[in-house]
């Protein structure tokens, strides 16, 4: 049965209320992208024929994070039996495996789908496997009823029995269902048998039952079906990913002194023999390369390290930032959208936006490239071996030569030739006894 073809059928049509959020819930962010994102990468990696994702009116943006996978709108939302329906379009004459998610279900393994779809191509056949869990709070999740003959039924919270309530095994909302029989028990799926009026998915169990066929279900684990429902439950899951994040740093070569307080995004790529001192924060779209040194406090986003560089403590990399091999850049220094060659150090209190600091340049502490004259960006360009004095503007656009010296203080607003001094500040006046007679009149008038 292993050639048998799988759809995936994605629920993301509710609002989440109660993120009290004007953002989709599974738009918001784990690990610094979308959550459905994180799922959808899940339903990749198990190469399914067909997904679809169920979406609620206005949620474009939805449609968007999961493309190129079709979404449907589901216009009125109706319960989760009827969000499945609005997927049968859009999967034809589909009749291979379909397996049903919840988009606020992000954490859920492709290791525990496996075992759902094992199950469901197993040999009793089941029309429908449910992946139950046993939580420690069951609170209002439903209740699987199973007998001697497996899945029976499920009963949600607030139409079960007192007795049904105590039966710690739960419906994760998660399910495998075979195409072939699937559509026939979703048509007859009725609103009117339930206190909310709603079409309830896990209404197919009994109906199945009702026909003759098998159900059954599978156990998971209740981390990986953490359903983000509020922002409580948001950094729950936060939390649960990037434990995930820190191990695969660590088993990567990386040391991290206290792995606690260092926030990964999904895609840091780190190299080995890094190593990441406390509170430091990585946003998308950062790789760092081998024998790096991440002092404390620093925050990257954006940005690429190469090797043997050592950054911080208290840096910042935004976007576009590539520092090169063996760079230093030290406390309160901010670089956007800027090169920093091998070997080259900025040290203290320095802004680098739109520039290229050349090969084994030093930036003095205090220096600004005045990059922005409140409509465009313009480049300055520091060449190789150049030294900036302390507290010096640099006026883009602007370029310094090859080996230039720049005075510390200096407001540059034209171009240094290489291997120049170019001092552009005040000129120093000294008046010899000036401070002492100063003072012996300001004393006078005081008596
Ligand atoms: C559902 C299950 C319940 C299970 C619980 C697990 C049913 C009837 N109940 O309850 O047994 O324990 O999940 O979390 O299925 N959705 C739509 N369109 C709809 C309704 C829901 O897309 O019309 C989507 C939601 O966006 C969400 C998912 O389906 O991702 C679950 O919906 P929700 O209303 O949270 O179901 P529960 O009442 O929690
Ligand atoms: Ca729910």
Not at 102 to 108: A, E, F, M, Q, S
Request: aromatic share 6%; charged share 20%.
């Amino acid at each position: 049965m292993a050639s048998r073809a799988l759809a995936v059928i994605v629920l993301a049509a509710g609002m989440g209320t109660r993120m009290k959020s004007t953002l989709p819930k599974v738009m918001h962010p784990l690990a610094g992208r979308p959550m459905i994102r994180h799922l959808m990468d899940t339903v990749h990696s198990l190469s399914p024929d067909r997904v679809v994702v169920v979406v609620g009116p206005d949620m474009d943006s939805v449609g968007a994070a999961v493309a190129p996978v079709p979404t449907v709108v589901q216009t009125q939302r109706l319960g989760t039996g009827h969000a499945v329906a609005q997927a049968r379009a859009a999967l034809g004459d589909f009749d291979g495996d379909v397996i049903v998610l919840y988009g606020d279900t992000p954490l859920i393994t492709a290791e525990t789908l496996q075992r759902l779809l094992a199950e469901r191509r197993g040999p009793r056949d089941p029309a429908v496997v449910v992946l139950g869990f046993k939580p420690d709070k069951a609170s209002e999740y439903g209740r699987l009823v199973v007998g001697a003959e497996g899945l029976k039924a499920i009963v949600e919270y607030r139409d079960a029995t007192r007795e049904q309530r105590e039966n710690p095994l739960c419906n994760s909302g998660v399910m495998a269902l075979d195409g072939r029989r699937m559509w026939s028990l979703i048509d007859r799926i009725d609103p009117t048998t339930n206190s909310k009026g709603e079409y309830y998915l896990t209404d197919a169990v009994a109906l199945a039952r009702a026909d003759g066929c098998c159900c059954s279900f599978v156990e998971g684990e209740q981390i990986e079906l953490l359903g983000v429902n509020s922002r409580g439950e948001q950094a729950i899951a936060e939390a649960v990913i990037q434990a995930k994040l820190r191990d695969a740093a660590m088993e990567g070569g990386a040391t991290l002194i206290d792995p606690a307080s260092v926030w990964f995004s999904w895609d840091t790529k780190i190299g080995q023999d890094v190593v990441i001192w406390p509170h430091v924060v990585f946003g998308p779209g950062v790789t760092i390369g081998n024998r790096v040194e991440i002092r404390g406090f620093c925050h990257f986003e954006g940005c690429s390290i190469a090797d043997g560089a050592t950054l911080g403590p208290y840096a910042r990399l935004r976007p576009g930032a590539k520092i090169g091999a063996s760079a230093h850049i030290g406390n309160f220094v901010e670089i956007k959208a800027a090169t920093v060659e091998t070997g080259a150090k900025v040290n203290h209190l320095t802004y680098i936006g739109d520039a290229r600091v050349g090969a084994g340049a030093n930036v003095g502490a205090g220096t600004i490239t005045c990059n922005y004259d409140g409509f465009s960006k313009s480049f300055t360009d520091i060449g190789a071996g150049a030294f900036i004095g302390s507290n010096s503007a640099l006026v883009a656009p602007v370029k310094i030569g090859d080996g230039a010296i720049v005075g510390a203080g200096s407001v540059v607003t034209r171009e240094v030739a290489p291997g120049a001094l170019a001092v552009a500040r005040g000129v120093q006046a000294d008046i010899p006894g000036w401070a002492d007679n100063f003072r012996d009149q300001q004393r006078a008038k005081k008596g």
